[in-house]
DNA sequence: CTTGACCTTATAGTAGCTACAGGGTTTGCA
DNA sequence: TGCAAACCCTGTAGCTACTATAAGGTCAAG
């Protein structure tokens, strides 16, 4: 099948399917007389294994590193492997974490705006001005 | 005072600092005769503004119009500030639930290996291949 | 024989920095 | 006076994971 067909059937856009042979990622594939690339089912299975781990957020780097497992003797031990899905998981963790104090930022900043008024009256606006002169905020404030 | 001193006091580097200026959201400052550049007090004031917002994930796009609302008729109304917050909220608040989502997705597969053993029997590595083979996974069953 | 839908490569853009390379300036000290 | 350290300058390239062109070649239908 061409790149067209292989990106219908996978959902993911020719473009993105040649970056991936760039990268290394896919391994390039037979060409037609005239250069098309021509790919077969396995072709198809490497990159939905690389979109089923894309969905789950993982780096490409790391993708290369769990894909290159299968070229690994079979009887070595999986804890390379978990270890990529134990700090993948504690990246979205520290992500999720890092996220929620923001809106809680964000929600103390929203606070200090009863809309409807003026830009001079606003608070959002004077905390903001307060706080790049060195006053505490709404915002920041450890209380 | 010269950028490295600007960034010591605010903790941002000189390169950002020059950064920001090429983006237009630090005006260009006086040069001594040699070309360094020479800030004063209102820099330092603008630089704080500009990292008060970066540290609440504004991207630099709206810190620009943030900024931009001090030139503006301090009458009027101040809903486009509040629009900008109530974005950034949103923004924040989709990613958190796209990575709480992720996040139980990647202890879904986590779990489906009990280490210590090999890369042939390691329940992760045999459920991202079944999911590339077309096979329901443990990650993203809906059930 | 031409139109349209494919395909090819190469290059640049996205966000927000960060890290050089390759130079000039200023300060202090022997 | 000479020199080295610690500044500063510009310009460019790198990071992630794509996405979007530009400029061209190929193929099947009508
Ligand atoms: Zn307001
Ligand atoms: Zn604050
Ligand atoms: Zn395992
Ligand atoms: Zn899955």
Redesign the pocket.
């Known amino acids: 099948m061409?790149?067209?067909?292989?990106?219908k059937r996978t959902g993911?856009?020719?473009?993105?399917i040649?970056?991936?042979e760039r990268e290394g990622l896919l391994p390039a594939p037979a060409?037609?007389?005239?250069?098309?690339?021509r790919y077969e089912q396995p072709h198809l299975e490497q990159l939905a294994f690389?979109l089923h781990c894309?969905s789950l957020g993982?780096?490409?780097?790391?993708i290369r590193l769990l894909a290159g497992f299968h070229q690994q003797p079979a009887a070595e031990p999986c804890d390379r492997v978990n270890a990529l899905i134990d700090q993948q998981i504690s990246r979205v963790h520290s992500q999720i974490e890092a996220l929620q104090k923001l809106e809680i930022q964000l929600q103390q900043l929203r606070a200090r705006c009863d809309s409807p008024h003026t830009l001079a009256d606003c608070g959002i606006l004077k905390t903001l001005d307060g706080a790049a002169a060195g006053e505490a905020c709404a915002c920041h404030d450890e209380s």
């Open positions: 061409q790149i067209g067909e292989l990106a993911c856009e020719s473009e993105t040649r970056y991936y060409r037609s007389s005239s250069g098309y690339r690389i894309r993982m780096p490409l780097a790391d």
